[in-house]
């Protein structure tokens, strides 16, 4: 029997050993490199010395994560491998420590358990007094990334550079989310150019963390219009007709076409192929405005019946682009592509800058402990690199503090 229990003690200690070692931020960080890899955005990018930067960036990181001693260090670490990619299209999250609801952040006893638990105690949180923060923000300009933001009437945070004044940090101020504390994190920024930042942040429900790469402050909005510095004003950048596509005259002989997605799902394709034939023979307006605020893209398959269509128009007449920051991913190509035709004039605001690659296939892969998810990219548009992290300039800027589709009109007419 003693012989049997030394035999069993010494197997169980050997799995426990592995397991421990399988699972661990290094070993995470070995999965990430490995898969990071594999990308065509690496291998475009990382060559000669750069490959050997990239290997040295690596190793470093992987002797931090050794120190790493909770899930929230060990993401911080794990992200800064995907940092120097150009590739806006990759994801990685952190797998929520427990699956939340929307109506569970409204239940008294889930809420009063949640509250007790690790999960919520642990949450990241900042040292800073808020009230003192509180006042220190309140009047910051809304042209400074710094301030005060609202996410809806949900929460408020606080915005502030660190003593790294490249590094910055969101903390709850207030909060009608009985999930969230104040003081606790909801996001942080690294900036790595003006007004451009890679950002992690917390999901409001689930309060797990993700990446945001690509981030951008404008006009007191970060995160896509989430978080705002003046949430009751209309930013006409974002105010889009809800409809799909449309083909309608606006004004005189002025023509206004949508296309708000070029997404490849079988519903979509056909939708936008039903509508492409429809409207062939319609474009008969002395200029035409092409709407593709918030279009987030999606296949050529679907864009380029449009760009064909587009093409033959514009031999003739002018066409004006409507582009927003949300204009992204193939919507993005498509810009460019019309640029490149004659009577064409880009309008609007910068596009997102995820253009240069994409996912064909949709897989996710979990890291080694299984508490993160890496979104990995594999499909090759490299010939748009130079717009990745950049997005599309237009040629004329709109504001927003008026409708841009009165705007384009108004810049059509001086034009004829």
């Not at 042209?143 to 790294?164: M, P, Q």
């Not at 514009?314 to 810009?335: C, G, I, P």
Request: overall charge positive.
């Amino acid at each position: 029997m003693r012989i049997l229990y030394i035999l069993f003690f010494t197997l169980f200690s050997s799995t426990l050993v592995n397991a421990q070692e399988k699972c661990s931020c290094s070993a995470d960080i070995d999965a990430l490199y490995a898969s990071v890899k594999k990308m065509p955005s690496y291998k475009n990018q990382f060559k000669g010395k750069g490959k050997e930067e990239y290997q040295k960036l690596y190793n470093n990181l992987k002797a931090l994560s050794a120190r790493a001693d909770d899930n929230f260090s060990c993401y911080k670490i794990l992200v800064q491998l995907l940092y120097p990619l150009k590739d806006n299209h990759l994801g990685f999250w952190q797998q929520p420590t427990e699956k939340i609801s929307g109506e569970m952040i409204v239940d008294t006893a889930f809420i009063k358990t949640y509250r007790e638990s690790d999960a919520f105690k642990n949450f990241p949180t900042v040292k800073n007094n808020t009230d003192s923060l509180n006042n220190v923000l309140t009047n910051k300009p809304l042209n400074d990334v710094e301030g005060i933001y609202h996410y809806s009437n949900y929460v408020t945070v606080g915005v502030y550079r660190t003593h790294k004044k490249d590094s910055l940090v969101g903390v709850v101020l207030q909060t009608n989310l009985k999930n969230w504390a104040i003081g606790q994190m909801a996001f942080i920024m690294q900036e790595y150019a003006p007004n451009h930042f890679n950002a992690i942040g917390a999901h409001l429900v689930q309060k797990n963390f993700i990446l945001y790469k690509q981030e951008t402050f404008a006009n007191g909005i970060l995160f896509a219009g989430h978080w705002k510095k003046e949430p009751k004003k209309v930013n006409f950048a974002y105010d889009v007709p809800k409809e799909k596509f449309s083909l309608k005259n606006i004004e005189g002989n002025i023509q206004y076409l949508k296309l708000g997605s070029f997404s490849a799902n079988n519903e979509n394709v056909a939708e936008a192929g039903a509508f492409c034939k429809r409207i062939n023979d319609s474009l008969t307006g002395t200029a035409l405005i092409v709407d593709l605020r918030d279009n987030g893209g999606g296949a050529d398959k679907v864009s380029n019946q449009f760009l064909k269509l587009l093409k033959k128009f514009s031999n003739h007449k002018k066409v004006y682009v409507l582009v927003n920051h949300w204009t992204t991913s193939n919507a993005e190509q498509f810009t460019v592509r019309l640029k490149k035709l004659k009577n064409v004039t880009i309008v609007g605001e910068t596009t997102n800058g995820t253009i240069a690659y994409g996912s064909n296939y949709g897989n996710t892969n979990s890291l080694a402990c299984n508490t993160y998810e890496f979104y990995p990219t594999d499909m090759d548009s490299s010939e748009f690199l130079g717009y990745e992290s950049v997005g599309i300039v237009p040629d004329v800027l709109l504001n927003n503090e008026s409708d841009w589709v009165a705007q384009t009109v108004a810049i059509i007419k001086l034009d004829q």
